[in-house]
């Protein structure tokens, strides 16, 4: 045999091996990339809670809340949908069965949430990104819109979010205009009831890797 041909033999045989191995290596890489995960909302442990004012007294609560956020491959939030029951309001401060009874069943009256027509709040989220504030130990701002009794707004919430071992939590507070969503009754300061427009709203949610 030629010194040419064993020559054009011995660079082909390493071009197919180098070949063989970058083929392997990219299967490899692509089996242990890792791509968009969805993480879901644990209903045991996650709440809204929420505080509403009168100016000499108020009350405290919670609802459930369900849904998922989206990741991409580098863990960082890029989405997620939320939906709020609201026939799951619960009372922390009353302590008579009764006059707890009767407080949640006025606020899922019309003069309130009206659930008979609009049963479940929603946040779907549209931005996500860091954020720092010297008097916050929040480390993200979550913008979204939320809907509420038939009207959709944008609001913006400052949130501690973290990721460990499969799971993200998020907590954060905020305050929300009830006005703003057409939660009008008992809004006269002159009234025999007048409750503050700001509802004080603390997340306290958990996050599961689904599947």
Not at 137 to 142: D, E, G, Q
Request: with cysteine.
């Amino acid at each position: 045999m030629k010194a040419k041909t064993k020559v054009k033999i011995k660079m082909k045989t390493k071009m197919y091996a180098a070949l063989m191995a970058l083929s392997v290596f990219t299967a490899c890489s692509d089996k242990d990339a890792t791509g968009p995960t969805d993480f879901k909302a644990d209903e045991e442990t996650s709440a809204v809670e929420w505080k509403g004012s009168a100016p000499d007294h108020f009350h405290t609560g919670a609802f459930q809340v369900s849904g998922n956020l989206q990741t991409n491959a580098d863990g960082k939030i890029t989405g997620g949908d939320f939906t709020i029951p609201i026939a799951s309001i619960s009372n922390f401060d009353l302590t008579d069965p009764a006059i707890r009874e009767q407080l949640l069943s006025h606020l899922k009256s019309p003069d309130f949430f009206n659930m008979a027509v609009h049963p479940n709040a929603e946040f779907h989220i549209t931005k996500v990104e860091a954020y720092g504030n010297t008097a916050s130990s929040a480390n993200t701002l979550i913008t979204g819109d939320f809907t509420m009794i038939g009207q959709t707004h944008s609001i913006r919430i400052p949130a501690v979010i973290k990721t460990e071992n499969n799971k993200i939590s998020a907590d954060g507070a905020f305050r929300l205009n009830r006005l703003q969503w057409g939660m009008n009754s008992f809004n006269d300061p002159a009234g025999e009831l007048y409750i503050l427009p700001d509802i004080d709203i603390t997340l306290k949610l958990n996050f599961k890797k689904s599947g």
